[in-house]
């Protein structure tokens, strides 16, 4: 069997079903694609341009970070000082920091200075194994910046070795210049900023800000009314801080992925089993923020929601640049399983990205999208902290 590559003498995680464990495991890729994966007992003879002796590592997909604000200006840095003064989220927000802070920096700033400031926070990740990242707009809220950060994020995907799934998150936050009116504000993303952007073909999906201090769910579902018009999927920040029925809400418009839902309850919970929708759980932002109050992980388990997790990168609530600290505080503060966690950024995150079919999974068709450890056991990417075992990150086969 003619192949570019072979990776021999591995052992492969290939979570296919659970972690898919295969010992003394080859894969054969070809023109990208995986050609080939399982026990190397059982593998055809290959005709490979070049031969790779893993010498018993561990193989796994590429992992995905699946939920990311990482293209933006400036930081927050005076903002976690005033944070640990003892103030609130929501009272640096309504005080015109926050998101709004954000926007400010981002508008000023030039898509080559976006690009070059978050191209190190990427590659930060990638050096922990990530090979798909998804990137959301939301710090420009008026149609010129969402779609300059847009265009920023589909420049970072053709100038890294790394696959970048963008989403249009313009119902974010309410920009100065609307005054407080926020049907005014959707209004915009509705009938400008969204079309744009979809013209453009700068979206892959859309996102919105469901919560006390964003939008409500009436406001929420025009957007997603929108969305459904321009045949984009969409996603949700449901329950992080009250429980709105945003979950019910994604779930009613068949969201890719509801996200936080620190605060969601069973109802919602069981609307998102039905729907299929992923959890997306974000131990950074509650890490960050210093939250109480965890996802309601049992229920998720209970109902069989699939369970996905995310660094959540942003400057504001989650300034985190590791997938694998990630798992290690999924872990800790949710008690979610190695397995969970591991599934959570491969086979979940795929499926929260609509990628499932494409990547996420060790599977023969699939992209040769695969992580290559120096480890004993998969346990050490959850348990280990500030260490970094990547031996070797494969992109599209190369």
């Known amino acids: 069997m003619k192949c570019d590559r072979v990776w021999r003498d591995a052992r492969l995680a290939t979570m296919a079903s659970g972690l898919g464990v295969v010992e003394k495991g080859v894969i054969a890729s070809k023109d990208g694609r995986i050609l080939y994966v399982g026990a190397e007992a059982d593998a055809p003879s290959f005709d490979a341009a070049e031969t790779i002796d893993c010498e018993g590592r561990w193989i796994s997909p590429g992992l995905i970070d699946c939920h990311t604000h990482i293209v933006y200006g400036g930081n927050r840095a005076h903002e976690f000082e005033l944070r640990l003064a003892g103030a609130t989220y929501d009272e640096i927000s309504r005080a015109g920091g926050g998101i709004v802070s954000t926007m400010r920096a981002t508008r000023r700033e030039s898509e080559d ?30 149609t010129e910046s969402e779609t300059k950060s847009l265009r920023v994020a589909r420049r970072l995907g053709e100038v890294l070795p790394l696959t970048v799934v963008t989403t249009f998150l313009g119902a974010h936050a309410l920009p100065p210049e609307a005054k407080g009116d926020k049907d005014a504000y959707i209004a915009d993303v509705c009938d400008r900023q969204m079309p744009a952007v979809a013209e453009a073909g700068l979206a892959d999906a859309v996102d919105a800000f469901c919560e006390s201090i964003a939008f409500s769910p009436e406001q929420t579902a025009r957007v997603f009314e929108t969305a459904r018009r321009l045949d984009l999927p969409v996603k949700l920040h449901a329950e992080q801080l009250t429980t709105l029925g945003g979950a019910e809400l994604a779930a009613r418009f068949g969201a890719l992925s509801a996200d936080h839902l620190e605060h969601a309850d069973e109802k919602g919970v ?35 929601v699939p369970i996905a997790i995310s660094s959540d990168s942003n400057p504001g609530t989650s300034p985190l640049t590791s997938l694998l600290l990630t798992m290690s505080m999924a872990a800790t503060f949710f008690r979610l399983t190695v397995d969970e966690c591991l599934l959570g950024v491969t086979r979940h995150a795929a499926k929260a990205l609509g990628r499932l079919a494409e990547v996420g999974t060790l599977e023969a068709g699939k992209s040769c999208d695969i992580a290559i450890w120096d480890i004993e056991r998969p346990a050490e990417l959850v348990y280990r902290i500030g260490f970094t075992p990547l031996h070797a990150r494969i992109w599209r086969g190369r």
Not at 121 to 135: F, N, Q, S
Request: cysteine-free; overall charge positive.
């Open 113 to 142: 200075q976006l690009l070059a400031s978050a191209r190190k926070r990427i590659e930060t990740l990638m050096r922990d194994g990530v090979t798909t990242l998804e990137i959301k707009s939301g710090y420009g809220l008026d």
């Open 270 to 304: 069981a609307a998102l089993a039905r729907a299929g929708t992923v959890a997306v759980l974000l131990p950074g932002a509650f890490y960050f923020l210093r939250e109480t109050q965890k996802p309601p992980v049992d229920l998720l388990r209970r109902h069989g």
